[in-house]
Nanobody
Framework: QVQLVESGGGLVQAGDSLRLSCAAS????????TGWFRQGPGMEREFVAG????????YYGDSVKGRFTISRDNAKNTTYLQMNGLKPEDTALYYC?????????????????WGKGTLVTVSE
């Protein structure tokens, strides 16, 4: 089992930046790729970003490319999401996910481990 705990959410204004963190505990963090998803009010869950366990490969959803950056520190068992140029449409509950398969993360299907989420609210 892998436990994931997100932090760093909050209320910000449009144009501001936030950095989300996802701390993993339990089994060895190394082989697990991780990613971020979000779900806004009345919206379906959306893939935001994914990263291979090595940190060498990253993927992003179209709506965040060029603004968000995913990274990880395996020594700290933590994945980060740096969010710049935030927009009101970025308002959502942001979830961290982990799986052996990066493909599962990118597809958003059959993912083994999920966090409970951290709320990001972006005002006009």
């Amino acid at each position: 089992q892998v436990q994931l705990v997100e932090s760093g959410g909050g209320l910000v204004q449009a144009g501001d930046s936030l950095r989300l963190s996802c701390a993993a505990s339990g089994r060895t963090f190394g082989p697990y790729s991780t990613g971020w998803f979000r779900q806004g009010p009345g919206m379906e869950r959306e893939f935001v970003a994914g990263i291979h366990w090595s940190g060498g490969t990253t993927y992003y959803g179209d709506s965040v490319k060029g603004r968000f950056t995913i990274s990880r520190d395996n020594a700290k068992n933590t994945t980060y999401l740096q969010m710049n140029g935030l927009k009101p449409e970025d308002t959502a509950l942001y979830y961290c996910a982990a799986d052996i398969s990066l493909r599962a993360i990118v597809r958003g299907k059959d993912i083994n481990f999920w966090g409970k989420g951290t709320l990001v609210t972006v005002s006009e």
